[in-house]
């Protein structure tokens, strides 16, 4: 297991432009890209806060898991994402210790990470990615 840093805290938001405002304008960071990514229907926009990124994502479809989420429990923090080295090997060693896995093989993430999501049952309740630069 070689969890190196927080990569990003990602948070569910009802209206992308509205929200990057308050990150720019109150807290005076830069969004430095907005992406779309098609396979989770969300829309994602990056700051940067020393090492670690923001992510606000906001559904592109009403069937999305952002959308859901936001249904049930309103905008606010939807994960937290670790970097680590070796992804592939880190979901094998996590399952081994009984933590279930939404995603069993990493898939593709945002800004071409290689990404995979503990699901939150077994995390204490907090929906927990696992992140690896390529
Ligand atoms: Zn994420």
């Known amino acids: 297991m070689d969890i190196t840093h927080i990569e990003?805290?990602?948070i569910a938001v009802?209206?992308?432009d509205e929200s990057i405002?308050?990150?720019e304008n109150v807290l005076g960071l830069k969004c430095y890209a907005v992406e779309e990514v098609?396979?989770?229907k969300v829309k994602t926009a990056f700051f940067m806060v020393g090492q670690t990124k923001i992510e606000l994502l906001e559904s592109t479809s009403p069937e999305g898991p952002i959308a859901k989420f936001i249904e049930k429990k309103g905008e606010g923090i939807h994960h937290l994402a670790?970097?680590?080295n070796n992804l592939a090997d880190t979901l094998t060693?996590?399952?081994g210790k009984g933590i279930q896995l939404i995603d069993k093989t990493p898939r593709k993430g945002a800004e071409g990470l290689d990404i995979a999501f503990l699901h939150p049952k077994s995390t204490?309740?907090?929906l927990t990615e696992l992140c690896e630069h390529k």
Do not use: P, S
Request: aromatic share 14%.
């Open 21 to 23: 405002k308050y990150y």
């Open 93 to 95: 060693e996590v399952e």
């Open 82 to 84: 670790f970097a680590c």
């Open 8 to 10: 990003h805290i990602g």
């Open 14 to 16: 009802k209206n992308l």
């Open 38 to 40: 098609t396979d989770q």
């Open 124 to 126: 204490g309740g907090v």
